[in-house]
């Protein structure tokens, strides 16, 4: 498609981001978050791979990113919602539900897909769904 031809040279973050939230194509989406890296190292960056990594079943990796994405404390609802997934897929709870929490107190900032998988998150973690 047009936005996958485009992407790759255009915006390699995003189109990693649109892949891996589709499940699509997850290594192409890992390797595209790995070369805009090298361009551009920012906690954006660093939440692209971390979730394409994620989707691609790499989550121990993923968590290392993950953590380079809140690094630099900002608050951003999609890079806490990530983070608080990856948390989870490595079994790590207690954090999971500290970011999943952070993440709910701002989740306007989320799409509606973005919201689903939140409170899908909370209740598989034992945290109560948001209204």
């Not at 960056?45 to 993950?66: C, F, M, S, Y």
């Not at 806490?80 to 954090?95: Q, V």
């Amino acid at each position: 498609s047009q936005i996958i031809e485009r992407g790759a040279t255009e915006d390699p973050r995003a189109l990693s981001l649109y892949l891996a939230s589709r499940g699509e194509n997850t290594e192409q989406a890992v390797q595209l978050a790995q070369q805009e890296l090298t361009n551009r190292g920012d906690v954006f960056t660093h939440d692209a791979l971390a979730w394409a990594l994620a989707v691609a079943g790499r989550t121990t990796e993923a968590q290392i990113h993950a953590k380079q994405a809140l690094a630099e404390g900002t608050v951003d609802a999609r890079l806490l919602l990530h983070a608080g997934i990856i948390a989870a897929l490595n079994n790590d709870f207690t954090l999971a539900k500290r970011r999943l929490q952070q993440a709910s107190v701002i989740q306007q900032m989320l799409l509606p897909s973005e919201r689903k998988q939140l409170d899908a998150f909370r209740l598989r973690i034992g945290l109560p769904a948001q209204l």
